[in-house]
């Protein structure tokens, strides 16, 4: 069975421009999740999608945003993008259901520059 | 504010040496998890806890939960240069979602 995928797995942007990331489930897991890591503030929660519905969102501002699709694939969209966003993004899915229980798969991540 | 703190941050012991990492947290929850993270790599998922009391083991390492002191062990037993990584606990706060706040990260070097 493939494991998570993501895709870009390295992208530079400057400052304000707009970016999408994408994640690929395992096939048949349903959550998504999305996380951004920094050496400064360690691993954080973006937020989680289930059946194409944000179920959970962390604090982050509004230009952190995202959307899952009826085939569970799920993007994330930073716009106006700041020094900041510089990060390491990683997607995990869940084949638990809406009980949520279980364990998440992290894909490789997407390493974010800005400059 | 939920806190999930791991000690120590970083440790470097000598291989066949036992040690303890530690994975405190500030809110009421029965779920934990325990990842490994090799540098430049993503996570990979050790253990998953989900009752008081609940302990489990994977060759050299072994993860336990005790709910009521909120307190989650990792121990390494007889250490190799192998288990070299990053650990991370996570707490799985808001029942029916993933929504995992992580622990600091205990960088763990094992030296031959």
């Known amino acids: 069975k493939a494991g998570v995928t993501q895709t870009p797995r390295y992208l530079i942007k400057t400052r304000g421009q707009q970016v999408t990331l994408s994640c690929s489930p395992i096939?048949?897991?349903?959550?998504v999740s999305w996380y951004q890591q920094t050496p400064g503030q360690g691993l954080q929660f973006l937020f989680e999608?289930?059946?194409?519905?944000?179920?959970n969102k962390g604090n982050f501002p509004g230009r952190f945003s995202g959307r899952q699709f009826s085939n569970s694939r799920s993007e994330m969209n930073v716009s106006t993008l700041e020094l900041g966003d510089s990060a390491l993004y990683l997607c995990?899915?869940?084949?638990?259901?809406?009980?949520?229980?279980?364990?998440?798969?992290f894909g490789p991540g997407t390493r974010l520059t800005v400059t | 504010e939920l806190k999930v703190e791991q000690n120590p941050l970083f440790l470097s012991m000598q291989e066949g040496k036992n040690y303890t990492i530690y994975c405190n947290y500030s809110t009421t929850s029965d779920r934990l998890y325990w990842y490994r993270q090799d540098p430049g790599k993503s996570l990979e998922s050790l253990f998953v806890?989900?009752?008081?009391?609940a302990v489990k083991q994977e060759g050299r390492l072994m993860a336990s939960l005790d709910t009521k002191a909120r307190l989650s062990t990792l121990h390494i037993t007889a250490a190799v240069h192998d288990l070299s990584a990053t650990y991370f606990c996570?707490?799985?706060?808001?029942?029916?979602?993933?929504?995992?706040?992580f622990g600091t990260g205990t960088r763990l070097k094992v030296l031959a």
């Open positions: 995990a899915s869940s084949s638990a259901g809406a009980g949520g229980i279980g364990e998440q798969y």
């Open positions: 806890l989900l009752s008081n009391g």
């Open positions: 999608y289930f059946s194409e519905t944000q179920r």
């Open positions: 096939s048949g897991h349903r959550s």
């Open positions: 996570a707490v799985d706060i808001e029942p029916g979602t993933y929504k995992y706040i």
